[in-house]
């Protein structure tokens, strides 16, 4: 069974930039699940950021975020990473990374099985 652990949130100004980290405990399990990055702001629903297939070889992200999000991962590591540029006030929430054992790249939350804490991004301008 994974666990997984965020870390690298933080206040930033408008335009700038965070690296995400998640870290799974349960290395030899964590290469061959997809992994994704969800966020969940005050008020409102979870949604989808960005998957990660088990090889690194695919990915996808929510339309909005495109272009700003990059989504990658380090199987030796047992790592995924989000790094998100320009960051914008809209941005702010709490960020969670999530693995699902079955499912290819899920963008819902119900196809993931495990769930870090969250880590919080909060971004002013």
């Known amino acids: 069974q994974a666990q997984l652990a965020e870390s690298g949130g933080g206040l930033v100004q408008a335009g700038g930039s965070l690296r995400l980290s998640c870290a799974a405990s349960s290395g030899r399990a964590f290469r061959t699940y997809p992994m994704g990055w969800f966020r969940q702001a005050p008020g409102k629903e979870r949604e989808f950021v960005a998957a990660?297939?088990?090889?690194?070889?695919?990915?996808n992200y929510a339309d909005s975020l495109k272009g700003r999000f990059t989504i990658s991962r380090d199987n030796a590591k047992a790592t995924v990473y989000l790094q998100m540029d320009n960051l914008k006030p809209e941005d702010t929430a709490v960020y969670y990374c999530?693995?699902?054992?079955?499912?290819?790249?899920?963008?819902?939350?119900?196809?993931?099985?495990?769930w870090g804490q969250g880590t919080q991004v909060t971004v002013f301008s």
């Open positions: 990660i297939t088990w090889s690194g070889g695919s990915t």
């Open positions: 999530a693995a699902a054992r079955t499912a290819t790249l899920p963008i819902r939350a119900h196809l993931y099985d495990y």
